[in-house]
Nanobody, 124 residues
Framework: VQLQASGGGAVQAGDSLRLSCAASGGTFNDLAAGWFRQAPGKEREFVAAGCWSMGTTYYADSVKGRFTISRDRDKNTVHLQMNSLKPEDAAVYYC??????????????????WGQGTQVTVSS
């Protein structure tokens, strides 16, 4: 499975961005998808995940209510809609896919496949 992330950019606080993660060699009908981010000098952290075979989504507390993960089944693409962006949201965002279980869906080890990162910069 190969993942291609896109949609990053430089915005101001309060703006919105939509990240996309297109999959080839596998489908999000079966695969769960996750978004993680890593800011300079910090560890990679969980942002959001979706398991469409189960109809469940998960969010980090820091983004709940502002970010939404969704799937475009026809395009085999997962999106992360990010609203009300804050400077602390600035990071390299990575999409991931795999077969995590509930206990690992918020952790990197729950995912087998990773896309390249896409940079999100938020200025105050």
């Amino acid at each position: 499975v190969q993942l291609q992330a896109s949609g990053g950019g430089a915005v101001q606080a309060g703006d919105s961005l939509r990240l996309s993660c297109a999959a080839s060699g596998g489908t999000f009908n079966d695969l769960a998808a996750g978004w993680f981010r890593q800011a300079p000098g910090k560890e990679r952290e969980f942002v959001a995940a979706g398991c469409w075979s189960m109809g469940t989504t998960y969010y980090a507390d820091s983004v709940k209510g502002r970010f939404t993960i969704s799937r475009d089944r026809d395009k085999n693409t997962v999106h992360l809609q990010m609203n009300s962006l804050k400077p602390e949201d600035a990071a390299v965002y990575y999409c991931a896919a795999g077969y995590p279980i509930v206990s690992t869906i918020r952790t990197s080890k729950g995912y087998r496949y990773w896309g390249q990162g896409t940079q999100v910069t938020v200025s105050s």
